[in-house]
């Protein structure tokens, strides 16, 4: 898969099912060996020489057996950062969604809505759920009412991918499907404690993209101006 930007993109976040593969029950239980395993996979897989799109859709594997998320797409929601302006560069999963990427750029920098990337990575625990920032309302969130409800997505977890230094090099989303349980608190801790082998695994896999294809000259690049321009 092209780690770059596609035409069409997504904002309908993520599936994966159970463990094993097992839909999302409301009686899902995961077991701390197999929390742990999964762990272990991030681990060894941020470490692999992997580029992005490779490890990621290895983590989104292993995730899927540790903190069951599903709906009717294809993996979680990623996004990659420049750690120094965290500004979205990239953005990985989800094929399938009707929103093409300028309409969900716009939401994330110009919609007043919550449970937007930048709320997360403010967030001291780097984790939070729509269910929390709308204090058991997501009907509050445009993004729910006009999108997620319509499309039969009732739960949302959005993690900080944060390095050991605070440094953000991305943000995933997880999402379950209406009458399935809420995240808990022990799927939030699970992720905050996974979140740093994933930001390392995004910022290795940069690496290895930029030794195995790096810009060139005519390479699409961005300015940012300020008001004054």
Not at 84 to 98: A, K, P, Q
Not at 121 to 132: K, M, Y
Not at 183 to 192: H, Q, S, V
Request: with cysteine; aromatic share 6%.
């Amino acid at each position: 898969k092209s780690w770059a930007p596609r035409e069409r993109r997504v904002c309908r976040r993520a599936v994966g099912g159970g463990p094993e593969g097992q839909p999302v029950g409301q009686n899902c239980f995961v077991s701390g060996y197999a929390k742990e395993r999964a762990h272990e996979r991030i681990r060894a897989a941020s470490r692999a020489g992997l580029d992005v799109a490779s490890f990621l859709e290895e983590a989104s594997s292993a995730l899927a057996s540790a903190v069951p998320n599903e709906n009717h797409l294809n993996g979680p929601y990623w996004y990659a950062l420049d750690p120094e302006s965290r500004l979205i560069t990239s953005d990985y999963g989800g094929e399938g969604c009707e929103l093409d990427t300028a309409t969900v750029m716009r939401w994330e920098y110009l919609e007043d809505d919550v449970n937007k990337y930048l709320d997360v990575l403010s967030h001291p625990r780097g984790v939070q759920t729509l269910h929390e920032v709308t204090a058991g309302s997501p009907e509050r969130s445009r993004i729910y009412r006009e999108y997620m409800e319509v499309e039969g997505i009732a739960q949302e977890m959005l993690v900080a991918l944060r390095g050991k230094k605070g440094d953000a090099w991305g943000t995933v989303r997880l999402n379950r499907l209406p009458g399935q349980p809420e995240f808990d608190a022990d799927e939030l801790a699970y992720m905050a404690a996974v979140a740093p082998d994933l930001a390392e695994g995004i910022r290795r896999g940069l690496l290895v993209g930029e030794a195995t294809d790096p810009d060139h000259p005519d390479a699409l690049g961005l300015i940012i101006l300020d008001a004054d321009g």
